[in-house]
């Protein structure tokens, strides 16, 4: 197994470790950890063919729930909205109480997920890397990170895998029901049903680096795909030695990249690509370069 770190690179995609991994888990030191092929309940990665292969067929569009947002923050105060929403009109819609509170209770659990545990764990990484940068080319003493989930709030319990499909089959019930009124679906947020999402595959940010007074103004922007995709993730090269870095997960257009100049002159390149539920997607921007210091 291997110690997790911010950004780790999964070596059997190729890609970010994403949070349904089944090989990630916090071992009894509270830190992150990835099973490899020789432990003990890996379990295998499905990789898609190679677009060579003749078994390749591309996938260019899926289908979402239109009324269910795309990012995780967006998604968090759609399904506090919803499972207060669905505390009133229960009664009116004929819903079993116990069935109801089951749903209630998935949707507390993943608005947990997605903002307490899930910025714990965001939280965690970036400490985590830094402390690995700290322990290789450092100084100083060296204290390694812990994680500590967050406590769960109020109400909130645990819930078995599979809480949002509950909820999508829910939502389904609910509007066959004939007590089910077009102003219910709007106050419950499920009005619309599902909709094409674009091919992200081929989505890649633009981005340009201007020279400021002090730091680097650096442009990007969602180019109409901003209601499909979560953040733009930027990276910098300074010619230091260390290659390419993440400078940050942004999610506003536009970047301020406010690290001191050096001394002597140094050529800084840059690039972005497009991020979905913690995972890189699309392809990497062309590269833009400037030359500070001196």
Same mark, same amino acid.
């Given at each position: 197994?291997?110690?997790?770190?911010?950004?780790?690179?999964?070596?059997?995609? $190729?890609?970010? +470790?994403?949070?349904?991994? &089944?090989?990630?888990?916090?071992?009894?030191?509270?830190?992150?950890?990835a099973?490899?092929?020789?432990?003990? *309940?890996?379990?295998?990665?499905?990789?898609?063919?190679?677009?060579s292969s003749p078994?390749?067929?591309?996938?260019?569009?899926?289908?979402?729930?239109?009324?269910?947002?795309t990012?995780?923050?967006?998604? &968090?105060v759609?399904l506090? *909205?919803?499972?207060?929403?669905?505390?009133?009109?229960?009664?009116?819609?004929g819903?079993? &109480?116990?069935? &109801?509170?089951? /749903?209630?209770?998935?949707?507390?659990?993943?608005?947990?997920?997605?903002?307490?545990?899930?910025?714990?764990?965001?939280? !965690?990484?970036?400490?985590a890397?830094?402390?690995?940068?700290?322990?290789?080319?450092?100084?100083?003493?060296?204290?390694?990170?812990? +994680?500590?989930?967050?406590?769960?709030?109020?109400?909130?319990?645990?819930r078995?895998?599979?809480?949002?499909?509950?909820?999508?089959?829910?939502?389904?019930?609910?509007?066959?029901?004939?007590?089910?009124?077009?102003? /219910?679906?709007?106050?419950? $947020?499920?009005?619309?049903?599902?909709e094409?999402?674009?091919?992200?595959?081929?989505?890649r940010? *633009?981005?340009?680096?201007?020279?400021?007074?002090?730091?680097?103004?650096l442009g990007?922007?969602? +180019?109409?795909?901003?209601? +499909?995709?979560?953040?733009?993730?930027?990276?910098?090269?300074?010619?230091?030695?260390?290659?390419?870095?993440?400078?940050?997960?942004?999610t506003?257009? $536009?970047? !301020?990249?406010?690290?001191?100049?050096?001394?002597?002159l140094t050529k800084?390149?840059y690039?972005?690509?497009?991020?979905v *539920?913690?995972?890189?997607?699309?392809?990497?921007?062309?590269?833009?370069?400037?030359?500070? $210091?001196?």
């Amino acid at each position: 197994m291997r110690l997790l770190f911010f950004d780790s690179i999964n070596p059997y995609t $190729g890609r970010i +470790h994403t949070l349904d991994d &089944a090989n990630l888990f916090f071992g009894a030191d509270g830190l992150g950890y990835a099973r490899d092929s020789w432990d003990e *309940n890996f379990v295998p990665y499905l990789i898609p063919a190679h677009p060579s292969s003749p078994n390749y067929q591309p996938t260019t569009k899926m289908t979402r729930q239109k009324f269910f947002p795309t990012r995780h923050s967006d998604q &968090a105060v759609w399904l506090e *909205n919803f499972r207060l929403k669905l505390a009133l009109h229960a009664a009116l819609l004929g819903l079993a &109480a116990p069935r &109801a509170a089951d /749903i209630v209770a998935d949707a507390r659990w993943l608005v947990h997920l997605l903002l307490a545990w899930l910025e714990s764990v965001r939280t !965690h990484g970036k400490a985590a890397t830094s402390a690995l940068e700290q322990a290789m080319t450092g100084g100083g003493p060296l204290a390694l990170p812990v +994680h500590t989930p967050p406590p769960l709030g109020d109400g909130v319990v645990a819930r078995p895998a599979g809480a949002l499909s509950r909820i999508f089959d829910f939502v389904a019930e609910i509007k066959e029901m004939d007590t089910c009124t077009d102003a /219910i679906c709007i106050d419950l $947020g499920i009005l619309g049903g599902e909709e094409a999402v674009p091919d992200l595959t081929q989505a890649r940010p *633009n981005i340009t680096a201007i020279v400021a007074a002090v730091g680097v103004d650096l442009g990007w922007g969602w +180019h109409g795909l901003g209601k +499909h995709l979560d953040q733009c993730e930027i990276q910098v090269d300074r010619s230091d030695g260390k290659g390419w870095v993440v400078l940050t997960f942004d999610t506003t257009p $536009g970047y !301020h990249d406010s690290t001191p100049f050096p001394a002597v002159l140094t050529k800084w390149k840059y690039r972005a690509i497009y991020r979905v *539920n913690d995972a890189p997607i699309g392809q990497w921007s062309a590269e833009v370069s400037v030359t500070v $210091g001196g």
